[in-house]
């Protein structure tokens, strides 16, 4: 799969699999196009070449409320959570649904407040997201993401713009969440050290193209400059 914004190549033959439970890691510098492949993958970009496939299903090209009924089975956690300013916390976990599944409300109510307490914003139901902590959008962020039992959730640098404990709070939530739900992830970071707990499979992409695409261990003993210069900036080579 390639995309190209004008004459700026951002990803060039990218060949990529997700198997059913794993958690792939895409990891790169700031720019490199991370986030424009998760896009790509949930149809809010389209490929200049080459294909996606969900379940063994193309939805490159497919009819928009064919697409919609696929993006319902993928939770998408944004960058910059991107929660919805008038909306409280509750309400934002709430939207998906109450836009898509049939469900009383009373069972919506339900399942959000089971959704903030795994996450653990149970007590700030009623804030809105202006109220609220960097920390604590990326928890109901993820609240959101999870509302419909997606069994595919992509995440976007979960950690980033967090401090330290934070970021390993929200790392150990995403590690928690992964072990009870049967879910297949794609996350994408310039963090190595926050995610070596909850990756089963690491990509570095570099200049719009996958360099390696293995474990944590693959990644430490390569000899490409580039991989092995982010590892060493990363604190995972000594």
Known sequence: MSKSF????????????????????VLGRS?????????????LLKPDRGGIEINGVEVTGMPLDKLN???KTVGFLFQQSALYDSLTVE?????????????????VQAQVSALLASVGMLEARRKLPADI???MKKRVGLARALALDPPIVLLDE????LDPITASEITDLIADLRRQ?????????????????ISDRLAILNEGKILINGTLDHLKQSRDPFVSTFMLRSGEVN
């Open 158 to 161: 979960p950690t980033t713009g």
């Open 6 to 25: 004008g004459d700026q190549k951002v990803l060039d033959k990218i060949d990529l699999e997700v198997a059913r439970g794993e958690t792939l890691t």
């Open 91 to 107: 309400d934002n976990v709430a939207f998906p649904l109450r836009r898509h599944a049939e469900m009383e409300e009373e069972q």
């Open 69 to 71: 009924r696929v993006r």
């Open 133 to 135: 902590s960097g920390g």
């Open 31 to 43: 720019g490199t196009g991370k986030s424009v492949l998760l896009k790509l993958m949930i149809g």
């Open 181 to 197: 739900r049967s879910i297949s992830s794609v996350m994408v970071t310039h963090d190595v050290h926050g995610i070596k707990g």
